[in-house]
């Protein structure tokens, strides 16, 4: 989010909601038996060195901290209010953010992915941002990966209901 001052109203929720939300995202993660499939190409990415871009729908990122299997990674973010939440979340599992979207500082956004993945990181995005269309790709992922050349990896995660 841009520098600015919060009301004390936004700065308590600021405080209060990435924590708790960290913590419902791990003890739901607790609750289930995870199964990752078709991670050759990743791998192989990973053992050659090249950083990626993983990209994602918006509609399933809740448990995505857990899909990262690398070690750094720098995650694009709306600079929207939403996206202050979702920055320091992702902070509490140990990710990086660049700021900027398609409608709001996406060039300063994309340009720090690019620096990202200059120095050996990888990089997420939601392609289809928050204000959709849904499940549409924007071309910010697609420059990016075309100005780094770095590879886009789709990543999704998926669950059910377990019958006892």
Not at 61 to 77: A, H, K, N, Q
Not at 121 to 136: H, L, Q, S
Request: proline share 7%; net charge positive; aromatic share 10%.
């Amino acid at each position: 989010m841009s520098p600015r001052r919060f009301s004390w109203l936004e700065s308590l929720k600021l405080s209060l909601i990435p924590p708790l939300a960290s913590i419902w995202i791990r003890l739901t993660r607790a609750t289930m038996r995870i199964r990752r499939e078709n991670f050759g190409p990743l791998n192989a990415l990973s053992r050659s060195g090249k950083p990626c871009i993983l990209a994602f729908w918006h509609g399933r990122m809740f448990l995505m901290p857990y899909s990262y299997m690398g070690t750094r990674v720098t995650i694009l973010v709306s600079e929207h209010r939403d996206g202050e939440y979702i920055s320091r979340t992702m902070a509490r599992f140990g990710f990086t953010t660049a700021r900027g979207s398609s409608t709001r500082s996406g060039a300063i956004g994309l340009r720090e992915i690019l620096r990202a993945l200059k120095r050996g990181d990888d990089a997420a995005f939601t392609p289809d941002g928050p204000r959709g269309p849904r499940e549409t790709v924007q071309p910010g992922v697609i420059a990016a990966a075309r100005l780094s050349g770095a590879a886009i990896v789709p990543v999704t995660f998926a669950c059910s209901k377990k019958n006892f």
